[in-house]
């Protein structure tokens, strides 16, 4: 594999494409007078960088901002859907997913990193029972693996165990992964090529996101309950939140319509819809959905639904603002990026892109997911993060999610 192809392969198999390294870069907006002023629209009127306007006006310009941002960008299809509190805005799909197929807002797609906040909502709610602790060692539940007696549940949930990626940074793997995408690969040889290599840090001592902290943090559980974390999800979490049309499954599989994702990664552009997300996160998380149920899980995660108050104030307490890259106004909580009051995942994985994001001080939800031309089949850029921010430059004058430059 070429330098240049093996550089876009990382950043399109990873399964959450974070800011971290943006994040020394940004800076917080300054609200204006009309921004600020919009935060209080009367009844059926949207705050907007125009000031409050109407619902329709509001929908009618995110519709064309989307179709304007897709040529330019090289996007196949986009799917969108914007809700304030729990009305719909905006539910729309744009292009093609396969050719004469147009892209439908009720398809699925794999859904990546959106799904580590319910992974963590499942381990503050065992928490909240009183069944573990985040400042636990991992000892306590995993003792043979790599520095456990150091390692705390806190760690592996906001990256700052040292562990190492299995994926990112290892061009073995990435050979072998790129060599058969369909390979079927288990957790523990997932952990296995993750715990082959040297630590990256002393535990708690760097960020460093890897996917390895959670497939841990997906074994503790199950070890913690006695179940699986595909049954609890179901049990705690999909069925509390009426997410019928979310499905757990590490095989290619999953419902349609399927929004149908193409890469570049291999060196051709080819359909990649079906590749195994098995090398993705842990068991019981890797799943796909219909971006309906993601921002319906997104927003009741994000409002602390299913946990304590004291909980839902720890997932995302700024613990990590002053740790390097982040900043006050970027940074990650437990298994969440927050940006300037936004939280927000945005997963880059088998030529989808993805991003879903909530802001409490609005009651606003965004969920984008993109598909990629030719022409932008192997970039590194996560499109759907780009369009979230354009988005919340209109709907969250007073906080918009401030990205550097691709």
């Given at each position: 594999m070429t330098r240049t192809l093996r550089a876009s392969a990382a950043a399109i198999l990873a399964c959450a494409a974070l800011l971290a390294a943006a994040a020394t870069s940004t800076a917080a907006p300054a609200p204006s007078a009309s921004a600020s002023a919009a935060t209080t629209c009367t009844e059926g009127r949207v705050p907007t960088s125009a000031g409050c306007v109407d619902r329709a006006v509001a929908r009618r310009h995110v519709e064309a901002l989307i179709q304007e941002a897709m040529?330019?960008?090289?996007?196949?299809?986009?799917?969108?859907?914007?809700?304030?509190?729990?009305?719909?805005?905006?539910?729309?799909?744009?292009?093609?997913?396969?050719?004469?197929?147009?892209?439908?807002?009720?398809?699925?797609?794999?859904?990546?990193?959106?799904?580590?906040?319910?992974?963590?909502?499942?381990?503050?709610?065992?928490?909240?029972?009183?069944?573990?602790?985040?400042?636990?060692?991992?000892?306590?539940?995993?003792?043979?693996f790599p520095d456990a007696d150091q390692v705390t549940l806190r760690m592996l949930a906001n990256s700052t165990s040292g562990y190492p990626d299995w994926i990112q940074g290892n061009e073995a793997f990435e050979d072998l992964l790129l060599s058969n995408p369909f390979r079927q690969w288990t957790a523990n040889e997932l952990l296995h090529w993750s715990f082959a290599q040297p630590m990256i840090c002393a535990p708690g001592t760097c960020f460093h996101y890897a996917h390895t902290n959670f497939a841990v943090l997906s074994q503790v559980v199950a070890k913690v309950t006695g179940e699986s974390v595909a049954k609890l999800m179901r049990e705690r979490l999909l069925g509390p939140l009426g997410l019928h049309h979310t499905q757990i499954s590490r095989f290619p599989a999953f419902p349609g319509p399927a929004l149908h994702s193409y890469t570049g990664v291999r060196g051709v552009y080819e359909?990649?819809?079906?590749?195994?997300?098995?090398?993705?996160?842990?068991?019981?998380?890797?799943?796909?959905?219909?971006?309906?149920?993601?921002?319906?899980?997104?927003?009741?995660?994000?409002?602390?639904?299913?946990?304590?108050?004291?909980?839902?104030?720890?997932?995302?307490?700024?613990?990590?603002?002053?740790?390097?890259?982040?900043?006050?106004?970027?940074?990650?909580?437990?298994?969440?990026?927050?940006?300037?009051?936004?939280?927000?995942?945005?997963?880059?994985?088998?030529?989808?892109?993805?991003?879903?994001?909530?802001?409490?001080?609005?009651?606003?939800?965004?969920?984008?997911?993109?598909?990629?031309?030719?022409?932008?089949?192997?970039?590194?850029?996560?499109?759907?993060?780009?369009?979230?921010?354009?988005?919340?430059?209109?709907?969250?004058?007073?906080?918009?999610?401030?990205?550097?430059?691709?």
């Open positions: 040529p330019e960008m090289g996007l196949r299809a986009t799917i969108v859907r914007v809700q304030t509190g729990t009305q719909k805005l905006v539910d729309a799909a744009y292009g093609n997913s396969m050719k004469g197929v147009p892209a439908r807002p009720d398809m699925y797609f794999r859904i990546g990193s959106m799904a580590i906040p319910y992974l963590i909502n499942l381990v503050l709610e065992l928490e909240d029972e009183g069944k573990l602790s985040l400042n636990d060692r991992l000892a306590k539940y995993r003792p043979n359909d990649s819809t079906f590749w195994s997300p098995s090398w993705t996160i842990g068991n019981g998380t890797v799943m796909a959905a219909t971006m309906k149920d993601v921002v319906r899980a997104t927003r009741a995660l994000d409002r602390g639904e299913l946990i304590s108050a004291h909980a839902n104030r720890e997932r995302i307490a700024p613990t990590l603002a002053h740790t390097a890259p982040f900043t006050p106004h970027l940074y990650y909580g437990l298994g969440a990026q927050v940006a300037d009051g936004w939280q927000f995942q945005n997963p880059f994985l088998n030529g989808w892109t993805g991003a879903v994001g909530y802001l409490p001080s609005q009651d606003l939800s965004v969920g984008i997911v993109t598909t990629q031309l030719p022409s932008s089949s192997a970039s590194e850029t996560n499109f759907a993060t780009v369009l979230l921010g354009r988005l919340s430059e209109y709907l969250s004058p007073a906080s918009p999610i401030q990205l550097p430059p691709s």
